[in-house]
């Protein structure tokens, strides 16, 4: 599957179709560990490189074209320099889609990664000659000391219910519901710890019992060492934690 690349400028809130129609004008970019797959669910495959909260330096170097070959997405779960989001759409030549972390800057500020595509509160339709896969995202983690992009369990109850809206509005006209669910904190009790910092919204358990993604993709709890725990299963939905990166298979 080949995917189209995005605007970067800042798109109204809602749906989103990719398309070759809109490939962006890439400016210059500036000067571990190998993923896994898992296992698709019966539709076209796609090579996505998945990335979150820590620069790797296979990844933000000359080796990132072949280290990353075959990739035809990468999708940011948050907390990662813009700089680097954008030498990797610029070097690697794919569609980069992003979430913010609790570290980004607000998304109203002026700062954004250029030539990449905000998920937060949208749905994202990312065409390809063979299709596509339809992606979905929420900004963000628990309110934690008043920073951007930080969130009350009420705050991000009321995003997933707007998010919930435009998914069940495509749906009463023909259109598919995101396969791909990309947050920056992980849903409550599937990968998050117990302190107030990365503790995970339950509002993002009612999401994956509404919609049942195919793949939940998060970042925001750090892994150190081999036996950490980075996937986790509820119902039909896998949920990856990517922190550092992963390339999937899906």
């Known amino acids: 599957m080949l995917f189209r690349a995005a605007r970067g400028n800042r798109p109204e809130c809602g749906t ?6 809109n490939r ?3 400016r210059p970019g500036i000067s571990c560990q ?16 998945c990335i979150s909260d820590r620069v790797e330096p296979m990844l933000h170097g000359p080796n990132l074209t072949s280290y990353a070959g075959g990739v035809e997405a990468v999708i940011s779960c948050g907390d990662l320099p813009f700089e680097y989001l954008e030498y990797i759409v610029t070097f690697l030549g794919v569609p980069v889609y992003y979430v913010l972390g609790n570290h980004d800057p607000g998304p ?14 949208r749905v994202v339709e990312a ?10 995202g929420l900004s963000g983690s628990a309110l934690y ?3 951007p992009n930080q969130f009350t369990e009420r705050e991000m109850r009321r995003r997933a219910r707007a998010l919930s809206v435009r998914i069940r509005c495509r749906d009463l006209i023909g259109r598919p519901k995101p396969r791909i669910f990309a947050t920056h904190s992980p849903p409550f009790g599937l990968g998050d710890k117990e302190d107030v910092a990365h503790v995970g919204f339950e509002s993002f358990v009612d999401l994956i019992d509404r919609h049942e993604p195919s793949l939940w ?5 750090h892994l150190y ?3 950490q725990e980075r996937v986790r299963q509820k119902g039909e939905t896998k949920i990856v934690n990517v922190y550092g990166h992963r390339i999937l298979d899906v």
């Open 16 to 21: 989103a179709t990719v398309t070759a129609r």
């Open 24 to 26: 962006p004008r890439l």
């Open 127 to 136: 065409e390809g000659e063979d299709g596509g896969v339809v992606l979905a």
């Open 108 to 121: 109203e500020g002026p700062e954004y990664p250029g030539g990449c595509t905000p998920l937060d509160g």
């Open 217 to 221: 993709l998060h970042g925001h709890v």
């Open 225 to 227: 060492g081999p036996d």
């Open 34 to 49: 190998r993923g896994y797959a898992l296992q698709g669910d019966g539709y076209a495959r796609v090579k996505i490189l």
């Open 145 to 147: 000391s008043g920073g």
